[in-house]
């Protein structure tokens, strides 16, 4: 993650980050802001994560080498790090179960969630979530419950239990009687709606966790960050992979707060991932990585073969240093 700050003229003013096979641009907003009290912990934490890894054998990293082999290679060959890319995770599970919560209790009955899903054509249901972390205030509820009201296409919508109550007045019972749109208070099982065929557009945080899970799901995605390395995910997704579209000019929040769209820009973007030219284009192509990441898994596939490595190279490791252990 980029810590430093650039010299540009202003804060909007893009500069390409440093060091990337690929032409990355930011704007000074769009990092960590290093005088802020949050940051400070942050910057505890990053400084304790890149001590470890400097004393570590090599990283375990959730990804998958098809997903992004110029930067595999980056951290292998210019870094000179050992890693050993075994994702995503989540697909090596053969049980549905664990595939459904991700570590908790759906707050809905996935069954009848699956069966308004059913009840869509494929591509046609949009669905929001940005995560468990980020705080939306009612400001923000508003503009996104007005924006998915008005591009009229069908949608499950996450709110967490304490934004429950800002959601406005009489929007749910509009869109249940439209039979348009669902919401979840609470936990989803995100894994089991996305990998649904009726959805065709996920608008997300762009956590590393929820990229994964949209990219082995084969959904275009909206990229709305808000903290952390959630920037540099979302150009993974819009300027690299190219199966998303980009919100709009966001800033970096240190109180993790998505905030200050309009419904209007909301409203684009959605209708941009769900449309025929080039939605249908990113969908394609996140349905190619789809496939590859379920290769990866596979006897033989990239992941399967990097666990096996890890495995080996540890028994190694521990029979060179460790000899009696």
Not at 59 to 74: D, G, K, M, Q, T
Not at 191 to 207: K, R
Not at 210 to 228: F, I, Q, R
């Amino acid at each position: 993650m980029l810590l430093y700050q650039p010299t540009v003229s202003s804060d909007s003013d893009p500069f390409v980050v440093p060091y990337l096979p690929h032409e990355i641009k930011l704007t000074r907003k769009q990092l960590p802001q290093i005088d802020s009290e949050e940051f400070k912990v942050f910057l505890k934490v990053i400084i304790q994560a890149v001590e470890a890894e400097a004393k570590s054998y090599g990283v375990i990293i959730n990804s998958f080498y098809e997903l992004e082999p110029e930067y595999v290679r980056h951290y292998r060959e210019v870094l000179k790090r050992t890693a050993w890319h075994v994702g995503p995770v989540w697909l090596w599970s053969k049980n549905t179960e664990d595939k459904l919560e991700r570590g908790k209790k759906s707050s809905i009955d996935e069954h009848q969630c699956l069966k308004w899903l059913d009840s869509k054509e494929p591509n046609s249901v949009i669905y929001v979530s940005f995560g468990s972390l980020v705080k939306v205030p009612s400001s923000q509820l508003y503009e996104i419950a007005m924006a998915l009201e008005a591009c009229d296409e069908n949608f499950i919508w996450v709110v967490r239990n304490d934004q429950e109550a800002m959601i406005l007045d009489g929007f749910e019972a509009r869109i249940k009687a439209k039979g348009k749109g669902w919401i979840i208070k609470g936990w989803a099982p995100q894994v089991l709606i996305l990998d649904h065929e009726s959805v065709g557009g996920f608008v997300t945080h762009c956590g590393w966790n929820s990229v994964l899970e949209g990219v082995s799901c084969g959904v275009a995605m909206v990229a709305w960050p808000v903290m952390g390395e959630q920037f540099y995910n979302a150009k993974l997704v819009t300027d690299v992979l190219q199966i998303g579209v980009s919100i709009g000019y966001v800033e970096w929040s240190a109180a993790s707060m998505c905030d200050g769209v309009k419904r209007e820009t909301i409203e684009r973007a959605v209708a941009t991932v769900m449309g025929v030219k080039e939605g249908d284009a990113m969908r394609m192509r996140a349905r190619e990585l789809k496939e590859k990441a379920k290769t990866a898994v596979e006897e033989g596939g990239s992941s399967y073969s990097d666990l096996t490595t890890f495995v080996e190279d540890i028994n190694a490791f521990r029979n060179v240093n460790c000899p009696t252990f």
